[in-house]
C-alpha cells in the first residue's frame, strides 16, 4: 500500500510544474507600488526585502514592460517578480541589502528523488552592476524572517560562478538538478552570500528610468520558474531568450552608438517611431518599401529609447533600442 500510495505521487509529479503562479500572472489585486509580491498569490518575501510585483495592469512605476527599473516584455504572460541580488551603495549600510521572493510548493519533495528547476532572469536596465551570485533554496519550513535583509543560506540550485548576469535585453536561464532530502515544501530565490562573498562587474550602461538615476546595484526581473521531476517540462527552452524583437523587423546592433541597421519584411508601408523613456516622439522615419535594408543614424544622446512599426496606424512590431556613446 504505502510503495503504491508512493509510485501514485510520484506520477502526479512527474506531469506538473510543482511550482504555483510560476510566471506571476495570478493576483488578487493589480499591484500600484513597489514591494507588492505578495499580491502575486501565494508568493511573499521573507524579508525586510522590497520584493516587487510587475504586471501590464499596473501603473508606470510597477507595469510590464515599461517600469521604474527599465524595460523588458515578460517571459511569457504579463507578468514576473523584481529583486535587488546585490547592492554597491556609498552608504556601507545598504552592502547587504538583499531581496527575495518565496512560495510553498504544491507538493513536498520525495527523498531520493531527483528535481529539475529552471528559472530565467534579466538585468533592469538602469542598474550598473551584476552579480552571478543568484540561486534557490529548498526548504523543509518557511526561511522567513522579518527582521533583516539577508539570509545566509547555501542554495541547492546556484547560477554558475563566475556567469555574470549582465544581459538586459534577454532572459537568462538558471538551471539545475536537485535531489531531495525529503519533506522538502519551500522555495526560496535570490543571493543568499553577504557583500564580501558576493562578486559583482559592472554592467554596460546604466538608464534613464523613472524619476531615479542609475542605480548602483543588480536588481533583476524574474519569470517562468519551475520544479518538476519531468526533465522536458522544466528544460524545454535552452540559453538566453530576446522578447522584445520580432522577426520580420529587427533594429541591430543594440547597444550602439546611434548608428545602427534595419531590416524589414512588411506586410505594407509603414513606418518606424522612436521614443524616450517618458514616452515623447524623437525621431519618425517613413518605410516606403515593404523589405529592405537600410542604415539609421539618430542624432539622439546616449539613453534608452524604444521603436514601434506603424502599419496603417496599428503597430506591428516594437522593442528597444539603447544608445552608448
Known amino acids: 500500500m504505502v510503495i503504491l500510495c508512493l509510485l501514485s505521487i510520484n506520477k502526479m509529479q512527474g506531469q506538473v510544474n510543482l511550482v504555483p503562479n510560476p510566471s506571476f500572472e495570478i493576483y488578487d489585486t493589480c499591484p500600484n507600488a513597489p514591494s507588492q509580491i505578495y499580491h502575486a498569490v ?4 521573507p524579508t525586510q526585502g522590497t520584493s516587487d510585483l510587475l504586471n501590464t495592469c499596473s501603473n508606470i512605476y510597477t507595469c510590464v514592460p515599461h517600469n521604474f527599473w527599465g524595460y523588458q516584455n515578460a517571459r511569457t504572460g504579463v507578468g514576473y517578480a523584481g529583486i535587488f541580488a546585490c547592492f ?4 556601507s549600510l545598504y552592502y547587504n541589502y538583499r531581496e527575495y521572493i518565496e512560495v510553498k510548493l504544491d507538493s513536498t519533495l520525495i527523498s531520493g528523488q531527483n528535481y529539475f528547476v529552471s528559472f530565467f532572469v534579466s538585468l533592469g536596465d538602469s542598474e550598473r552592476y551584476a ?3 543568484i540561486g534557490m533554496y529548498f526548504s523543509i519550513d518557511s526561511v522567513k524572517n522579518e527582521t533583516g535583509w539577508i539570509l545566509i543560506l547555501t542554495p541547492q540550485i546556484q547560477n554558475t ?3 555574470f548576469l549582465t544581459n538586459k535585453t534577454g532572459w537568462m536561464k538558471i538551471s539545475g538538478k536537485y535531489t531531495a532530502a525529503g519533506g522538502e515544501n519551500f522555495i526560496t530565490i535570490g543571493n543568499f552570500k553577504s557583500y564580501t562573498n558576493t562578486d559583482t562587474v559592472h554592467a554596460i550602461g546604466g538608464s534613464n528610468n523613472i524619476g531615479q538615476s542609475d542605480w548602483s546595484g543588480g536588481y533583476y526581473y524574474i519569470d517562468d520558474i519551475c520544479v518538476s521531476i519531468d526533465s522536458v517540462l522544466c528544460n524545454t527552452n535552452d540559453g538566453i531568450e530576446t ?12 547597444p550602439n552608438n546611434g548608428t545602427f541597421t534595419l531590416q524589414y519584411n512588411l506586410s505594407a508601408a509603414g513606418s518606424l517611431r522612436i521614443t524616450d523613456v517618458l514616452g515623447r516622439e524623437v525621431y519618425v522615419y517613413s518605410l516606403l518599401n515593404r523589405s529592405g535594408q537600410e542604415i539609421i543614424t539618430l542624432p539622439l544622446s546616449q539613453g534608452i529609447y524604444f521603436w514601434q512599426v506603424l502599419q496603417e496606424h496599428s503597430v506591428s512590431a516594437k522593442g528597444k533600442l539603447v544608445i552608448l556613446k
Open 161 to 163: 560562478a563566475g556567469n
Open 88 to 91: 554597491i551603495y556609498p552608504d
Open 243 to 254: 522578447t522584445n524583437l520580432v522577426k520580420l523587423f529587427s533594429v541591430f546592433p543594440s
Open 131 to 133: 552579480t552571478d551570485a
Open 42 to 45: 501565494p508568493w511573499f518575501q
